[in-house]
Structures are given as C-alpha cells and as structure tokens.
C-alpha cells in the first residue's frame, strides 16, 4: 500500500519522491554529422504540485564555462497514466464534476500494474517548437518513459523519439536520456545527478 503525504493528492503517492528542487551537473554527449559534441553542464530541476492530481516541471541548464552560457530548458506536467473520469478536469477550463475517482491510496492501488509498477505520463516541451508525450512505468523510486509521439514547429530541428530513466540513488536524483535526432537513431545523448536543494513539500495551492 502506499504511503501517502495527506497534503497531496493520492494520486501523486507514487510521484511524491520527486517533489521539490534539484539541482546538480552532468555531461551532455552526442554524434552530429561527423563529429560528437561533448559538454559538461549544471542543471536545476524542480517538480512541484498545485492542490492537482499532477506535477508541474520545470528544467533549466547551463555550460560549465567562464560565463555560464544558457544550454537548454523545458517545462512540462506529470502524472499517472489512467482512463478519464467525468471528475477529471477540462477539457479547457472545464472545472471537474463529483468526487475524485482516484481520491483516496486505496483507490490509487487499482492502478497498479501485475508487476508493482504504476503506468505514468509525462508532456514536455521545448522553447524551439518541440513538444514530447512520453508513455512509461514508475515502480518504487525509479522512473523509465519513451516517446509515444514528438511533435514539432517548423522552425524546429530534426527529433524524432527520445527515452528517459529517472532514478533516486543515495537521496540523489540520477537522470539519463537517449535521443534519436538530427538523422542519428537513438543515441546516448546526456546524464546528470542531482541533489535536492528544496525540501520536498507541497506547494501553497
């Protein structure tokens, strides 16, 4: 059964260990035409929750260099994936009808799959015109996602399909994404650990 904070929304039990700031460095590491490009960056990460049944995320990076040049960000939400329920919010502004379907940690149990793990989703995008939908499983403290879909604007650059693992080892968030992008298959491309900088509480709602 989990273990729930009761200031959470029982469906973020199996999430909740992401909660809060992060912040750490790591190395970014990928072929493009004949050559790799390889960096060294610090990134600060924070996953943080609204009164709602998902996080909202926040990514931002930088080179290890003399003027710390920007190097990527992303924004995005994450949740379990599940069925709707006519208590779900939306679509648009539309507010949710009737009590949670998912509202207490014994109704978050049903969720789970045959083998521990829960079904999970998460939408992020990029400042380029990129938006990435991500299907995968959470078991425990260890997170494995991989593109169902990747959209993109026409002013962005080639990027086809992406797989994330996100793992909490010695109270440390470790991270690793694989990209397929800019004609290359899927790739090593970066990994980074990072330590958490906030204390893991529920955002004001």
Known sequence: ML????????ELGPLQWLIGGW?????????VGERTIEREFGQ???FAHHGHPYLAYEAYAWMLDDELTP????TGFWR????????????GMLPPEGEPAYGTAEAVETLRRPDGAFDIQAL???????????????????????TDAVMRGAGAKEHTAST???GLVEDHLLWAWDLAAL???LESHASARLARVVPSEASDQ
């Open 80 to 91: 379990l994936a599940r069925d709707p329920a006519q208590s779900d919010a939306g679509p």
């Open 183 to 185: 004609g290359q298959g």
């Open 164 to 166: 994330r693992m996100l």
């Open 23 to 31: 912040e750490g460095t790591g190395v970014l590491s990928f072929p």
């Open 44 to 46: 600060r990460v924070s």
């Open 3 to 10: 273990e729930l904070d009761p200031t959470l929304p029982a």
């Open 124 to 146: 992020i995008s990029h400042p380029a015109g990129v938006a990435e939908l991500y299907l995968g499983t959470i078991a425990g403290p260890r997170i494995d996602l991989a």
């Open 71 to 74: 190097l990527a960000a992303e």
